[in-house]
């Protein structure tokens, strides 16, 4: 290799560096990663939206579990299993019942109820779930560690049984109630792959332009307590390619025609995602330091964990359904 070839491959890793210093986290296994999630979402959305339900299913299967490790390092239980079948049970119920909104509402209601009722027994940490908590306490300070699940005599948690419920109600909110609304806007409106595209790809889109946004012009910060890379020059990035891709979106699904009736939209959708995006990424942001811990999980490399990809996605779901619902689209 000449010394022209090796200085400017010198220069292309020190650029990466850099760019990974500047966003947190490693751009090349971002790109990967985000890449695969995109033609997997594509494809359940084409081919049939039930394999799109079915997916939302798996994600939220990962999340739960994410969560369970989390609150476990603070000392916290959610019952994992009575919230994995019964938030399933309510996903599927609610897409293939008759009266969607009316079964998804029941099934988030027991859901919430079994959910309570379970965190109130007694828990033990198993093998694998106590080795996930070491592996995220192993940075933190002793103090913190004192507190844990696994700190406590025998196992059982040192925390109140109603702290336990209150975790718990939080997820059945966080996750199950959520991802609910990911999957509502595909039984209405006749446009399942075009709503599910909004629901999936604009909260994407601002994740995303507020990445790029933030870290080459971020000044103004917005919460730097809570996430300190968050800023308006990201949050103005994050609406502008939210209201492109809403618009490309529109063009691509309902007729010319019918534009003079609903362009406005397109642009509310843009505008309203582009924010709530950033509040889902901070709400997710404000959890994590409460926990004291920097990513939810570590499934997909370059981005944390699965709730750490979806977070803006879960927080943009009502907003979205809601406008869709209301405009009759």
Not at 87 to 101: E, G, I
Not at 123 to 152: E, I
Not at 206 to 211: A, E, M, P, Q, V
Request: a positive charge; proline letters at 3%; glycine letters at 10%.
């Amino acid at each position: 290799m000449s010394t022209k070839e090796s200085s400017a491959e010198k220069t292309g890793q020190d650029a990466v560096e850099t760019l990974n210093k500047r966003t947190g986290r490693n751009m090349p296994q971002a790109v990967a990663t985000g890449a695969l999630l995109v033609v997997i979402i594509l494809a359940c959305i084409l081919v049939r939206i039930d394999a799109f339900i079915y997916l939302i299913v798996i994600f939220m299967t990962l999340g739960l579990w994410e969560l369970r490790v989390d609150f476990a390092t603070a000392g916290l239980h959610i019952p994992v299993i009575e919230l994995w079948i019964c938030s399933a049970a309510t996903m599927l119920a609610s897409f293939y019942a008759p009266d969607h909104v009316v079964v998804m509402t029941a099934g988030v209601l027991v859901t919430a109820l079994i959910g309570a009722l379970a965190a109130t027994r007694n828990h033990r940490l198993g093998g694998r779930l106590l080795k996930a908590v070491n592996t995220k306490l192993s940075g933190k300070d002793a103090q913190t560690m004192a507190y844990a699940s696994y700190g406590a005599a025998k196992g059982e948690s040192q925390l109140s049984r109603l702290a336990n419920v209150g975790v718990t109600l939080l997820t059945v909110v966080y996750i199950t109630l959520l991802a609910c609304l990911i999957t509502l806007p595909t039984t209405f409106g006749g446009h399942p792959a075009a709503h599910a595209f909004m629901v999936i790809f604009l909260p994407a889109l601002s994740d995303i332009g507020g990445l790029l946004f933030g870290s080459l012009f971020g000044k103004h910060k917005i919460a730097p307590r809570i996430s300190p890379g968050k800023s308006l020059e990201g949050l103005a990035g994050s609406m502008l390619c939210c209201l492109v891709g809403a618009l490309v979106i529109f063009a691509a699904t309902y007729p010319m025609a019918d534009w003079g009736r609903i362009w406005w939209v397109a642009l509310l959708m843009g505008i309203m995602v582009g924010a709530t995006g950033t509040l889902g990424d901070l709400s997710a942001s404000l959890i994590k330091r409460d926990l004291g811990i920097k990513d939810m999980g570590h499934l997909l490399k370059g981005h944390g964990g699965v709730l750490d990809r979806v977070d803006s996605i879960l927080m943009s779901a009502p907003f979205i359904t809601l406008v869709l619902l209301i405009t009759g689209l």
